[in-house]
């Protein structure tokens, strides 16, 4: 299997509801370090997974939307605990559509599976990883 791995980052303001996540109840920030790892078992005739620089875009798109908000005051998210996970799975919905729709090239049709890896700090992170469908 080929992957390959494209990163950036986003800071957001966030609470939680519920005593499990105590003092993550109040309003506080975080800064997450992005990866976002697209795998396929071939590469195209040209030996490429997809167009990188095209990877690096679409997740920029996908970052966007969270980048420097307070995700308690977006619609999308309203009631939601974006925790850590919940952000993945958000992230991976976003470039699995962009994936679908070509935006990453003409090989991305190869793309089988694609982890979305968010590292809250050096000793903490969280993934969701699932196929292409």
């Not at 167009?51 to 875009?57: C, H, P, R, S, T």
């Not at 966007?64 to 977006?74: A, F, I, K, M, T």
């Not at 605990?81 to 699995?96: D, E, S």
Request: aromatic share 8%; net charge negative; glycine share 10%.
């Amino acid at each position: 299997m080929y992957s390959l791995t494209v990163c950036d980052h986003i800071m957001v303001a966030h609470s939680f509801r519920g005593a499990e996540f105590g003092p993550a109840q109040r309003l506080h920030g975080a800064t997450f370090a992005v990866e976002a790892e697209f795998r396929a078992p071939k590469l195209d005739h040209l030996h490429l997974l997809v167009d990188i620089g095209l990877a690096k875009v679409e997740l920029r798109k996908a970052l966007d939307g969270l980048d420097y908000r307070n995700l308690d005051g977006e619609p999308a998210f309203a009631g939601l605990n974006t925790t850590t996970g919940f952000l993945c799975a958000h992230i991976h919905g976003l470039l699995v559509a962009a994936l679908k729709a070509g935006k990453l090239g003409a090989q991305s049709g190869n793309v089988t599976s694609l982890k979305v890896l968010l590292r809250e700090s050096p000793n903490a992170w969280a993934a969701y990883e699932g196929d292409i469908a």
